[in-house]
């Protein structure tokens, strides 16, 4: 009998034995399970981070861009506003013009009349000293109207110029062509999102929509389009077809407008 409950005592150590190092190797396990869910969780919670920030500042780049169109939009009423009172500015001195050119006509035709045979319509029994004050005075208005005139053309061909570099510049803004010759540098280069800043803006001609050519040392490294100007700088979009494989644009590089070269 002792031995039998030895034996038993025995078998049940062994089974006990065994069920721990099985309960043992399901806790290691679930602990492996845990940690690898934990691991896959912050993954997760990162890529979502990541993805939340750069839905954020897509958003906001987004909004910028909208700001600006809205900006270029609002200067493109002003303009049309500004070029058209030009417009009326220049219509009104040029009308102005030739009264002055009619007046100094008249003025000039009552003194060679009055020159020739005294001054036309004056009554009888005028003495010549009269009549000599009114042709002097004839002759004084004459020369005011000249003055006057000499004045006016300046004016028109100023308003003249005026309107014709706004009607070039809205021109050239509706066709999104740069000034022939506008070369500058790349300031900075933002890699993530693959676009550059330049030196360049509205001031130097830059439009957005047209193309540019970026050079090194002078060779061709690809194109940038325009996406946005500011008064002394502006944003380009780098064109990687354009790019050879390898090659990135870095600060320091020219750029240089060289006719449309867009499609």
Known sequence: MPKILIGISILLMTLSAVVGFLNTNKVKDLKNDLVTTISARDTL???R???????????AALAAEQSKATAA???????????SKAQNERAELESKLQASEGQIADLQKRVADAT????????????SNEMKAMLDDTKHQLEVAEQEK???GDKVKMAQDKVTEMERDKKRRESGVNEPGVHGVVLAVNQAYN???LNLGDRQGV??????LVMRQGSLLGKIRISSVEPTTSIGDILSNTLARGVQVQPGDTVVYAGNTRP
């Open 207 to 212: 439009v957005p929509n047209s193309e540019m």
């Open 116 to 127: 020739v045979a005294g001054v036309p319509g004056s009554p009888e029994g005028v003495s």
């Open 73 to 83: 939009e609002a200067k493109a009423t002003t303009a049309e506003a500004e070029l």
């Open 195 to 197: 676009f550059v800043v």
């Open 150 to 152: 000499a004045v006016l």
């Open 49 to 59: 981070t990541a993805s939340e920030k750069k839905l954020k500042a897509k958003e």
């Open 45 to 47: 919670e990162r890529a």
